[in-house]
Structure formats: structure tokens, C-alpha cells
């Protein structure tokens, strides 16, 4: 037999994408070990000064040495980069500088510590996350990186030593590493190092002695840090094989594939072959071949079938489900394609006289599988199987009616051919019965057909080979003729309903894909947990045509759980807690068609995620017998995990979100405390010390001085009820909870309410008022309004020469401005001015202009920066807008609109 080892020309494809899209990119280098102390850093550095002798560009983004001498030696003679400060709980922290790297882009940049967490403030949450924008930006990284960091080795990592690791790398990272380099040194010499201080200072070794560095830890990581970097070498040959078009098995290490079927012996087989990997301390894989025929399989088989691959998946196998008509070609195909070394099969069970006819999937295997060893076992059968032999008979696929149609359909034909005899040859008339053959097939079945078959030949014979109406043949060539017919009937009878055996099959996988589509695309789009139990129950319940629930256990299965129920009448009505708790406990599926609890009326799943269980899905379908066909059962766990993955990152965004929620208040707590401590001391020493010199020296005062210092009190505490009143409406506006009270007032009122207010600081200097005449009513909030003007005074108080003047001016804009008509109303100084960088961020909160920028505070002046952010609130409320402008004489001008219309009376 010849066995075409071209590689398939979709491998071919993938490949070449999988190259064009490496185009550009840099190359990853991570040193990999079992722990700190064994040399990464050491053996990172030592590779980059080889290199940088041989002429590369090599440049060193961030080390830690960790204070080892020897470390921080190698260091030398290579350019360092500058490290970024940032601002982190009152103090400076250094990091990454990311943007500087990629400025810089050497040919190689060293990194370490790839499982780093930055410091809040920073571009990437992770380290790794700069190392990956490093990667797309085309320059080639080294880095370090211990095995208790990996995400897939978290829960075994924290069984083994009791630490729960928190900076992890997920796995996707470390297999777009062109190269994991080992850094090992045996446990004893890794704690000789320890206690001599080379790895931390001797007050925080002895600690680490006694927690994480126990030996027996280290010897666990070390086995761990092995296996893993022995499986991305056995990646890199898979990579290389498909890359160079291998097709020949290279057995660097064991590798088994089981091939299993419907067969009652299949379980007992992949017992047997989970036996053998452990022997052998190899991985395998489970695999069946889905032909033509699995659609005839009865349900008993299909049970069968399904529950032989969730025991595989349960012993630890890996499961895959090909599809083809030859099984021997996709099992071998399949082994050679991924580098298997073993094939075991188990012993055939047809009578050999059905193996002679029907062919030998074993024999088939054997010569087609070349360098692949193959095992030919019988599991660990004990006494023989019910059903084993006649399962692949499966049920009758058709009912008794279509082989009544495949007889008139005969019949119809033979009267087509009746009335064809006279005018058409024999060989005419033998394609009327073939045709009538493929209708058989393609509507009736397998069985249908084969009997039309016969009977058209018969029928051929009796009424159209001379003598007539009778089975005697005067001529020996018609044998050869009705032979000849027989057989071609027979084929296209059996092509055609294996055909259309494939269309059902593929309409069913076709259907079960679009469901899955359907669910994926709108837990997609959904963002919140609850939503997305919603969107998983509607679709459960309108799919497997039952009510659904989704049974949430927020504190432990012992607290009362939170029920969810689609809306309508998909809800499924009661809940059995019981069986929910004990699938919340337990981690498996109970209820309805499981061994546990089956007397359920519903099916219970459990939704597990990463480390916990999510909750239970309740699925109670209106017919009991829908879940014994073992596709319904694999689509409805494929369904509750695809529920778990979304809840998943629903629930990590929104930790995500509050993380990021939480960083942000701390930053600006601290904004607030550094801006108001100040501002707030100021005032409350000045209240202070007048008060304490009245009380103190009241026998030396007189009424006057006692009337200056009691005026200052009043000022500065006029001053902090300002600055306590601004720190209330902004919190009002950022809550959401500022209500306005809105109502006509003319615009001369708020202007001069407003200057009222401040008429003491205002003795000193020159105001000008300019209202235009026949402003409208403006409907406001007066007393907001009256904020804002106070705040806009304030700044200019605060921020122009003293005696300089202030103007107030307000017009009218008519209808047919872009803002539709608009009211203004401007107060303007002759102070330094306003930047244009310091115009765009002065509304921002907390926002103050630097002591060198026009606009800057005097000394001793400087405010909150919370007054322009106020009034940016406060007028966008109320659907005005306000900005600075420069004046042309020189000060600026804080000009807000209002809304305003024609139909308002004017100011009489």
C-alpha cells in the first residue's frame, strides 16, 4: 500500500501565515529555574557580554542584582538605561522605563524578572506585558523567570510548598519563547548558598530556610522547572518537524495513541493504556474515528462511546475526535502528524470470516503505520462483554414503510421498462432499475436499497430475459449481465446512502456549531456576570427545549444560594437543593441521567473555573429522554463551559475594573490630601493664633485690635468654609447627586449678588461692570451659579497683581450660533495670563499652574485647584460650557454659557 506523506496543503498554509506574521518581530529568551539563587540572572548576563563581545547592540533595560557582588561585576562595560520614578504612596518608586526602550531599540535589551509586577501608574499592569510590546516593536529580549510563577503550575505550586505565588506569567508567554534556557543547581548547593548570604541578607535567609527553601520544596520545583522545560523542547521538535515537512516519526520520547470505538472493551482498553503511560511516563492521547456509520450506532452504543472519552479525559488523556471514512489512515495519519511513538488498539472481535470480507482495521493499521510501534491489547477483560461483537450492527435504520416503497418503486420501474421495451435496448432498459436504485437509496436507507437492488435484477430477469416470466436463463451472458447490475447497484446504492449519512452527520455538527456560535457572539457582547447567566439560561432553554436556573452559592454551599431564573416561562419553578449542593460540593454532575440523585427531575452541572466552583446549572429538559444521547449530554457541557469562561472574565474584568478603581482613589486621595493639608493648616493657624493673642492678651488689646484680630478670624474662616464647601460640590458632582433648582433670574442679579459677596476684597480695586441691555431671564440654578462667579472672582483675586482691575462683562448670543443662543457672561483680569498648555488642563481637578507658568499663584496664594474644576461642573449641568481665553491687552478672560432664548421676557 502507498502511503501519500505529502504534508496537507492547510499545514502548508498555517505554516507560512504562522512565518509572515513573525516578520518584524523580536525574539524571546527566557532563563528558566527552580528557584531564586540559582544563577539566571547570572547565566543572563554572561550570554548578553558573549554577544556584546561578537559586536551586537546590546543594552541592559532593568537588572536587579539583589546586592550579589558578582552580579553587579558583570554590569560593567554594558549601557544601562535610565530607570523611571514614580509617585507611589507619598514616595518615588523605580521601574521599566518602556517608552525609553523603545526609543532606544537595540538590537537586544535585557529584562529582568519577567513576572514582575509595576507599580500602579505604570503603562502594563505585569512586566511581562512590556516584554510583549518590546517583542512587537522588533527587539529581542532576555529575561529570567522561576517555575512557581507559571499560571498552570499555581495549584500545584502552592500544594507542594503552601505559598500562594500572586505575580504569575500565563503559559501563552512562554510559548512564543524562541528559547528556555535551564539555570539548574542541586538543592544542597542552592542552601549552602542561602546560608552563606548569597542569595538574601542572613536575617531573611533564615526564614527562607525554614518556610519556601525546605529541600524537599526545592526538589519538587526542580522536578517541576524539568518536566516543564522538557516539554517546550518537545514543542520547538514538533514546531521544527512541521516547519521541515518531517513526516517520519522521530521517538525523542514516548508518545501514545489509543484508538478507541463504541466498542463495550473500549473502557477496559483505555484502563489498560493509562497503565501503560504511567509505566512508560509518557503522554497519550484517546482518539476515535467518526465515519459514515456512526450515525447507525444505536444509543447504547453512543452511550458507551461518550463515556469511554470522559473516563479518558478523567485519567488524565487527552481526547480528539477525527472524522473520515478510512479509520486506519486517520489514526496513522494523525500519529505521524504529532510524533507519536506508540499506537495501541485493541484485538479485533468479528468472526474472521467478516474480517476477510469487511477488512481489518488492525491489519490496516499495522502496514500503514511504518516507524509507529503498534500495540494490539485486549484491555483487562475478565469474562466477555454483553454486546460485544454486534454493536456496530446497530438499530435497523429503517422502518418497515421503506422497504414497502422500495418495492413499488421496483414495480414502477419495471412498468417504465415495460413500455420502453419495444423501442430501446436491453442495456437502456438495465439503467431504468438503476436509477430507480439510487431514488431508493437516496430517500429510503441503506436496507431499502439493497433490497431494490435485488429485486431489480430479478425483476429484469423474470420479465425482460428471454424466456420471459421466468427465472431460467436461455443465454449464459445475461449471468454476466445481472452480475455486472447487481454490483453496480450494490455500490451506488451503498455510496449513495453513505452520502447521505455524511449530510446528516455534517447538518447535525453544522447545527450544533451555529448553537455554539450563537451563544459564544452574545456572551461576547455581554459584560456583566448576571447578564451572562441570563443570555446561557435563554439560550440552554430554548435549544435543549427545557427550564433552566443557575444556582449561585456566593458565601460556601452551608449559606442560602441566589437563584437565576430566565425570564418567561423558561425558569425552571423548583429547585432541588440537595442535589445542587452536592454538585457545588463535589465538583460533578447529579440529577437527571447520572448516577447520583437520578431520581431528579433536572440535570445539575457545576460551572468551575479557576480554582472555585461559579455555581450550579439546573437544566430540567420537557422531554426526560432527551439527555441519553451522548451529543446532547457533550453540547450541554460544552454550553456550561462556555457560561464558566464568560462569568470568568466577566468577574476578572470587573476585578480589573476595581483594582483600577481602587488605584485610581488612592492616587487621588493622596492629591487631595498633599493639595488640602496646606490649605486647610493655613486658615486654621491663622484662626489659631488670633484667637490665642485675644485670649492671651486681652489686657494689652484694645477694642480696635480686638475688632482686626476677630476680623481675621472671620476671613480665614470664611476662607475654609469656601475651600470645605468646594470639596462638598465636588463630590456632589461626581456622585451624580447635584439637583438643580432651576428658575428665570435676570443676569444683572447674579452678577451682583456675586460681587456683593466679596465687596471687602474688592474695596481695593477697580471693578467694571458691562451688561449688555435686554439680556433675557436665564433659567438657573441661582445659587450655583452664584458658585461659580464667587470661584471665578476668587481666582482672579488670587492670581493678579494686588490694585490690578477686574471686569465683568455680559451679552447676548442670538439664535443661529453653533451653541443655539447662549448668553455669556465673562470675568476678566490683567493678571500674567494663561498658558496654552495651562488653558487645557485648568479645568481638570486638582490642577494648579506651576510657579514658572503664566497664571502661577504668589507665593502663599496657592488653592486646592479645585474652584475651576467646580464651575466646569456646575455650567455643564445646566448645558453651558466654559473655557479661558487670552485678553489682548494682556490677563485673561474666564468666559461661561449659559442657555438662553428669544421667548424669555427680556430684563425690564
Not at 485519567?315 to 471514512?325: C, K, Y
Not at 452574545?522 to 447567566?533: A, G, K, M, V, W
Not at 480696635?704 to 470639596?727: M, P, T, Y
Not at 443661529?816 to 476678566?828: D, F, H, L, S
Amino acid at each position: 500500500m502507498i502511503i501519500d506523506e505529502r504534508p496537507h496543503p492547510q499545514e502548508f498554509l498555517a505554516r507560512l501565515k504562522e512565518e509572515e506574521a513573525e516578520k518584524g518581530r523580536g525574539r524571546l529568551k527566557i532563563f528558566f529555574g527552580f528557584s531564586a539563587g540559582v544563577g539566571k540572572t547570572f547565566s543572563m548576563l554572561s550570554a548578553a557580554a558573549k554577544l556584546k563581545e561578537s559586536g551586537l547592540d546590546v543594552v541592559i533595560g532593568y537588572v536587579e542584582t539583589h546586592g550579589r557582588l558578582e552580579t553587579a561585576a558583570l554590569l560593567e562595560g554594558f549601557e544601562v538605561l535610565p530607570r523611571r520614578a514614580i509617585a507611589y504612596k507619598g514616595g518615588n518608586l523605580e521601574e521599566f522605563d518602556l517608552d525609553l526602550a523603545l526609543g532606544r531599540k537595540p538590537s537586544l535589551l535585557i529584562v529582568d524578572e519577567l513576572a514582575h509586577t509595576n507599580v500602579p501608574g505604570s503603562r502594563h499592569t505585569k512586566r511581562w506585558q512590556d516584554v510583549q510590546e518590546l517583542i512587537e516593536a522588533g527587539i529581542d529580549v532576555y529575561t529570567t523567570l522561576n517555575v512557581q510563577h507559571i499560571e498552570s503550575l499555581h495549584d500545584v505550586v502552592s500544594q507542594i510548598t503552601g505559598v500562594l505565588v500572586q505575580e504569575r506569567v500565563p503559559d501563552l508567554v512562554l510559548d512564543s519563547a524562541l528559547e528556555i534556557e535551564l539555570v539548574d543547581l542541586p538543592p544542597d548547593e542552592l542552601i549552602q548558598r542561602l546560608k552563606e548570604g548569597k542569595v538574601y541578607l542572613p536575617v531573611r535567609a533564615e526564614d527562607a530556610l525554614a518556610n519556601f527553601f525546605r529541600k524537599g520544596n526545592l526538589i519538587a520545583l526542580r522536578e517541576l522547572a524539568l518536566r516543564y522545560t522538557a516539554q517546550h523542547v518537545d514543542m520547538q521538535m514538533l514546531r521544527y518537524r512541521q516547519s521541515h515537512m518531517i513526516t517520519a516519526t522521530w521517538p525523542a520520547c514516548e508518545r501514545i495513541l489509543v484508538c478507541v470505538s463504541a466498542s463495550p472493551l473500549s473502557i477496559r482498553l483505555v484502563r489498560a493504556a493509562r497503565r501503560m503511560a504511567d509505566a512508560l511516563k509518557a503522554q497519550w492521547t484517546v482518539a476515535y474515528v467518526e465515519t459514515s456509520g456512526h450515525g447507525s450506532l444505536s444509543e447504547a452504543a453512543k452511550t458507551r462511546l461518550f463515556r469511554t472519552l470522559s473516563l479518558a479525559e478523567e485519567l488524565g488523556a487527552q481526547t480528539v475526535e477525527l472524522s473520515g471514512e478510512g479509520i486506519a489512515r486517520e489514526i496513522t495519519e494523525f500519529a505521524r502528524r504529532n510524533n507519536f511513538s506508540k499506537i495501541v488498539i485493541g484485538k479485533p472481535v468479528l468472526p474472521r470470516w467478516r474480517e476477510l470480507l469487511k477488512g481489518s482495521v488492525v491489519d490496516e493499521i499495522v502496514r500503514m503505520s511504518g516507524a509507529v510501534d503498534v500495540y494490539v491489547i485486549s484491555g483487562d477483560v475478565l469474562e466477555k462483554e454483553p454486546g460485544v461483537g454486534n454493536y456496530w450492527n446497530g438499530p435497523r435504520s429503517s422502518r418497515p414503510s421503506n422497504y414497502m416503497k422500495a418495492i413499488m418503486v421496483v414495480a414502477a420501474a419495471t412498468g417504465i421498462a415495460a413500455l420502453m421495451r419495444d423501442h430501446f435496448e436491453l442495456s437502456n432498459l438495465v439503467m431504468v432499475y438503476i436509477l430507480a436504485v439510487v431514488l431508493v437509496s437516496h430517500s429510503c436507507g441503506r436496507g431499502p436499497s439493497v433490497l431494490a437492488s435485488v429485486l431489480s435484477v430479478a425483476a429484469f430477469d423474470f420479465f425482460f430475459v428471454p424466456p420471459f416470466l421466468t427465472f431460467a436463463v436461455s443465454d449464459t451472458q445475461y449471468l454476466l449481465t445481472f452480475a455486472v447490475m447487481l454490483t453496480i447497484a450494490l455500490v451506488i446504492s451503498t455510496l449513495t446512502s453513505r452520502v447521505r449519512m455524511q449530510i446528516d452527520a455534517a447538518r447535525d455538527k453544522e447545527r450544533r456549531t451555529a448553537a455554539l456560535y450563537s451563544l459564544s457572539r452574545n456572551l461576547s457582547s455581554t459584560l456583566s456576570p448576571e447578564d451572562i447567566i441570563q443570555v446561557g439560561l435563554a439560550h440552554i432553554a430554548e435549544l435543549f427545549e427545557s427550564s433552566t436556573a443557575f444556582i449561585q452559592f456566593e458565601s460556601g454551599a452551608a449559606a442560602t444560594p441566589i437563584v437565576h431564573r430566565p425570564a418567561g416561562a423558561a425558569g425552571l419553578g423548583v429547585i432541588d437543593d440537595g442535589v445542587a449542593v452536592w454538585s457545588y460540593k463535589n465538583r460533578q454532575a447529579a440529577g437527571l441521567g447520572t448516577p447520583t440523585l437520578p431520581g431528579s427531575d433536572a440535570r445539575y452541572l457545576p460551572l468551575a473555573g479557576l480554582g472555585k466552583v461559579l455555581g450550579v446549572l439546573a437544566v430540567a429538559p420537557r422531554d426526560g429522554r432527551r439527555f441519553q444521547a451522548p451529543e446532547q449530554l457533550h453540547l450541554l457541557e460544552t454550553f456550561a463551559n462556555q457560561m464558566a469562561v464568560a462569568c470568568e472574565r466577566a468577574s476578572l474584568s470587573r476585578e480589573n475594573d476595581e483594582a483600577r478603581l481602587l488605584v485610581k482613589t488612592e492616587q487621588l486621595r493622596n492629591s487631595l490630601l498633599s493639595s488640602v493639608s496646606h490649605d486647610l493648616r493655613t486658615p486654621l493657624a491663622t484662626i489659631a493664633g488670633a484667637a490665642s493673642s485675644i485670649l492671651e492678651g486681652s489686657e494689652n488689646l484694645d477694642i480696635h485690635d480686638c475688632k482686626e484680630l476677630a476680623g481675621e478670624i472671620c476671613e480665614q474662616s470664611a476662607r475654609l468654609n469656601r475651600l470645605v464647601g468646594n470639596l462638598l460640590d465636588m463630590t456632589r458632582l461626581q456622585s451624580g447627586a447635584l439637583v438643580l433648582n432651576l428658575q428665570l433670574h435676570p443676569v444683572e442679579e447674579l452678577i451682583g449678588s456675586a460681587l456683593s459677596v466679596f465687596s471687602r476684597e474688592l474695596s481695593n480695586r477697580k471693578v467694571h461692570t458691562q451688561v449688555a441691555e435686554n439680556l433675557p431671564l436665564v433659567k438657573v440654578d441661582a445659587a450655583l451659579i452664584q458658585q461659580v462667579m464667587l470661584n471665578l472672582l476668587e481666582n482672579a483675586l488670587k492670581y493678579t497683581p494686588a490694585g490690578s482691575a477686574i471686569a465683568v462683562r455680559s451679552w447676548y448670543l442670538p439664535e443661529g450660533q453653533p451653541g443655539g443662543a447662549q448668553v455669556i457672561i465673562a470675568v476678566e483680569d490683567e493678571g500674567p495670563g494663561v498658558s496654552s498648555e495651562a488653558a487645557r488642563l485648568i479645568f481638570n481637578k486638582f490642577y494648579r499652574a506651576g510657579a514658572t507658568e503664566p497664571g502661577a499663584a504668589p507665593v502663599g496664594q496657592t488653592g486646592v485647584g479645585l474652584g475651576l474644576s467646580i464651575c466646569a461642573g456646575i455650567v455643564d449641568a445646566h448645558g453651558g460650557k466654559i473655557w479661558v481665553e487670552p485678553r489682548p491687552s494682556g490677563g485673561a478672560s474666564f468666559q461661561f454659557s449659559l442657555p438662553g432664548s428669544d421667548d424669555y421676557s427680556p430684563t425690564p
